[in-house]
Structures are given as structure tokens and as C-alpha cells.
């Protein structure tokens, strides 16, 4: 039997190395705003390979930016994103034949060349996050929650009203961090249709804490007032 494997976050890796771990791909990378058709990536093993990769553009980004960043490129497997979320990102039908992407050896490397598809999200930026734990590839699903909440708060739970005021008594550089982050995750969750009920009621326990913390700093700088 093989041995369980460990959580991606037991080292504390970044969501979005992890899963480009999880696809044995180095992470890719882009200079500038213009999304290529196709991407060629190094490969760490040639099995368990995306199919695509997902230029992610924040929804709410202005449309003539001074200074706009390059989406963030995120490696997906279109089968099983279409398991597990409701909105469709308008993958391209396969070609009759088709049996997955094919690592090829390029100089003394492995690269896979996939097709790249630009999206607009909520929130690019805790995109792989949620696809990390969405798509069952992290062990640990709970750990999501100490992903959103700091451990003092996540102590308080179920008693949600302690959680919002523990929350609340964050230095204000911590919490905007905190509140901006949850609020991403939550509106993608929304925007994309997950259809994990559990993990939907996780990361909206969390969020319900987190703007609950912030109605109760507002009305307290109110009261100083």
C-alpha cells in the first residue's frame, strides 16, 4: 500500500506552487498582459499533466490601467474542473483520439505544450487555493480554514460572535490582508459554482466571521467619533 501523501501545506508551500506541483509542471510565468495561445512548460514527471492553463484576469480590473499586470497563469485539468464547478470556462472540445497532454524532451528538458485560456475571476489571486482544495488535492481540507483565520480565532469555534470579535482586535494592516483575501475566495466560490457543499459551508463560515469583525470595527470608529 503507498503511503498517504503528506499536505502541501505541511512546509507551508504557496497554493500556487503546490499545485503546479500536484501537475508535476514548474510554475509558469509571464512579463507581460498579452496571453499566448499555447505555453509550453517544464515538466517534473510525465504523468498527471494539465490539460490547459488558465490566464486569470480579475473581474473587477479598470479597462485602461495605467500599469496593468499579467494574469496570473494557473495549470488545470479541464475534465476535472467541469466535476466540481458550475460555470463553464469554455473549454475547447478535445480532438477525436485525444488521450491527454504528452511531455516531450526538448534540449535535456521535458516540456508540455497546453493551450491557454484567459478567464475572468473574482479573484486571481486565491484562485489556486481554492482549486487546491476544490479538487481534492490537498489532504487536509480543514487546513483551508487556517488558511482564512488566524489560529486564535479558529480556537473560538462554533461560537462564531467570540470569533468575529477576537477577529475585530487585529492590527488594521492584518486584517484588510485578511478581510481582502477571505473576500476573494468567497466570491470566487460564488462566481464559479463550486458544488462542494461542505467546502462552500467552510469558507462561508469564515467569511460570515470575517465581515462580521468588520461591522464591528466600523461601528467602533464610529463611536469614537
Not at 114 to 127: A, N, Y
Not at 144 to 168: D, K, T, Y
Request: glycine share 4%; with cysteine; proline share 11%.
Amino acid at each position: 500500500m503507498a503511503a498517504p501523501r503528506p499536505s502541501y501545506f505541511s512546509h507551508g508551500e504557496d497554493p500556487h506552487d503546490a499545485l503546479c506541483r500536484h501537475f508535476n509542471v514548474f510554475p509558469p510565468r509571464l512579463t507581460d498582459t498579452s496571453v499566448p495561445a499555447t505555453l509550453s512548460l517544464r515538466v517534473l514527471r510525465d504523468e498527471g499533466l494539465p490539460t490547459h492553463v488558465l490566464a486569470a484576469i480579475p473581474a473587477d480590473s479598470p479597462s485602461n490601467p495605467t500599469a496593468p499586470a499579467p494574469p496570473k497563469l494557473i495549470p488545470i485539468d479541464a475534465s476535472l474542473y467541469e466535476a466540481i464547478f458550475q460555470i463553464d470556462l469554455g473549454f475547447p472540445s478535445p480532438p477525436v483520439g485525444f488521450t491527454g497532454p504528452v511531455a516531450q524532451l526538448v534540449g535535456d528538458a521535458l516540456q508540455v505544450t497546453l493551450p491557454v485560456l484567459s478567464v475572468t475571476v473574482p479573484d486571481p489571486v486565491t484562485l489556486p487555493l481554492l482549486l487546491l482544495f476544490a479538487l481534492g488535492f490537498e489532504t487536509e481540507p480543514n487546513l483551508l480554514a487556517w488558511r482564512m483565520l488566524p489560529s486564535q480565532v479558529i480556537q473560538e469555534f462554533p461560537n462564531a460572535a467570540a470569533m468575529a470579535l477576537i477577529l475585530a482586535r487585529a492590527r488594521s494592516d492584518q486584517f484588510d490582508r485578511i478581510y481582502r483575501f477571505n473576500q476573494g475566495l468567497w466570491k470566487n466560490i460564488l462566481g464559479l459554482g463550486l458544488r462542494d457543499t461542505k467546502l462552500v459551508e467552510l469558507v462561508q463560515t469564515a467569511w460570515n466571521v470575517t465581515a462580521e469583525s468588520r461591522r464591528i470595527r466600523v461601528k467602533a470608529a464610529q463611536n469614537r467619533q
